[in-house]
């Protein structure tokens, strides 16, 4: 089967980069297809956190994020053992958050209304690229195309493919879903378990989401979450742990003891609930970032090294493929090789650089006084070095 333009995955990066091509070249519309190996709506794991950033690329697009089923944070705390920053956005919610497998979903019948093919259940096996095209092998019999778009997440097999042997960064995440409220059992009121839960002294969290970074000190170069959520409408709470693994050269203690222990503070027992894992690939600018005829966007570049926060960028991450492949099919020529510097003058490849720089310099500085001089007492400068460097990227993405 030959089409111009393949995407290799149907998550929000690749769905995006073919939203984002036909919005400003809409006759590529029949020539573009995307192969997604699973089945929408398709689980997917991730906390969901939707910054605005993400909203105003959506905006762009035409598309209102509020159709999908979701539960805004009023407020956002960064903190360090339940103390630090509050920030909270008038009159609007701070985050936005979403359930992978409807959020895609909604994406994907999005692209598809516009236009776009997608086939699901399509496994890519490999990728050879030579100066005629690109043969993509699949379960499903070999595709050729003129370009491949390697949109296919952390462990994609485009990069795999592609650039073989290149030194890639991975962050080590865990994740579990809670109910709303720990379930204060009658032995544990007996016996005086939860007994802060109980007498209210801890409250059980409300709609804000909470980012805590207590465990750095112990070589954990992240922190544990705490979002609002829902599942089929139900409220619920989704936990989880980052850590960069950029001191992972030292001893840590298991990655589920911080985030047991903290959810244990607020009455949860994180043996009672299915804990999940996935890597996060995330940036490094000296990583290349395409070869002739295929480039890479989303997680099979990276994601934000501080938070792990990706779906932003995803989205951000198709609107600068979309413009390189336009430029490349106009001009017949698909070396992709002014990608990089496309990406590194964007709203995107600046806040990624920016973030890198800030990840390098917050997590080896562990000691806890200085990680509570951070999130503690350091906070204009903090919300000022967000403003300008980690948020408000989006509006400028040229889309
Ligand atoms: C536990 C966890 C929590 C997270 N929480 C947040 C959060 O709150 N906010 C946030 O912004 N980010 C979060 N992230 C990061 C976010 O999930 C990713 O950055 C984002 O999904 C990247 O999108 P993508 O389209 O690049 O890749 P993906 O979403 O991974 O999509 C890749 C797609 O490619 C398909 N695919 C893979 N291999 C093949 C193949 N061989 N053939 C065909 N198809 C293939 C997959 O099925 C998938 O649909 C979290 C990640 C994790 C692991």
């Given amino acids: 089967m030959e089409k111009d333009i393949l995407i290799i995955g149907g998550g929000p990066s690749g769905l995006s980069s073919a939203l984002h091509l036909i919005k400003i070249a809409p006759h590529l519309s029949h020539r573009i297809l995307i192969l997604e190996k699973m089945h929408y709506p398709r689980p997917k794991l991730c906390a969901g956190g939707l910054v605005a950033d ?37 009159k609007s919610h701070t985050i936005r958050v979403i359930r992978r497998n409807e959020f895609d979903h909604w994406l994907a019948k999005k692209t598809r209304e516009a236009g776009i093919e997608i086939r699901e259940g399509v496994t890519v096996k490999n990728i050879i690229p030579d100066k005629d095209g690109v043969t993509v092998e699949t379960d499903q019999g070999n595709f050729c195309a003129q370009i491949v778009v390697g949109a296919d997440g952390s462990n994609g097999i485009t990069r795999r493919s592609v650039l073989p042997n290149r030194p890639v960064y991975t962050a080590r995440v865990l994740e579990v879903i809670t109910p709303n409220y720990p379930i204060i059992t009658r032995n544990e009121a007996i016996l005086g378990i939860n007994n802060e839960i109980a007498s209210g002294k801890s409250t059980p969290r409300n709609d804000q989401a909470y980012f805590d970074f207590f465990p750095v000190p112990d070589n954990i170069a992240g922190y544990v979450w705490d979002f609002p959520t829902q599942i089929n409408g139900e409220p619920m709470r989704c936990w989880g742990i980052y850590d960069t693994n950029l001191l992972a050269g030292q001893e840590r203690p298991p990655l589920k003891k911080p985030l047991a222990d903290e959810m244990a503070r607020h009455g949860f027992n994180l043996d009672d609930h299915e804990l999940k894992g996935h890597p996060i690939r995330w940036y490094d600018p000296f ?113």
Avoid: C
């Fill in 54 to 90: 993400a909203e105003i690329i959506l905006q762009r697009l035409g598309l209102d994020v509020s159709e999908v089923p979701h539960v805004d944070a009023s407020a956002a705390h960064f903190e360090f053992e339940g103390r630090g920053i509050k920030i909270s956005v008038p």
């Fill in 287 to 399: 990583n290349p970032i395409s070869v002739p005829r295929v480039l890479l966007v989303g997680d099979a570049v990276g994601a934000d090294p501080i938070f792990g926060e990706g779906i932003s960028m995803a989205l951000g991450y198709g609107a600068i493929a979309a413009q390189e492949i336009n430029t490349s099919i106009r001009r017949a020529e698909f070396s992709f090789s002014g990608y990089k510097r496309r990406l590194v003058w964007s709203g995107l490849g600046q806040t990624l650089l920016a973030r890198w720089v800030i990840t390098q310099i917050i997590y080896p500085l562990k000691w806890r006084w200085f990680q509570i001089l951070l999130w503690r007492f350091l906070k204009p400068i903090v919300i000022l070095v967000a403003w300008v460097f980690v948020l408000n990227w989006g509006k400028r993405i040229r889309t």
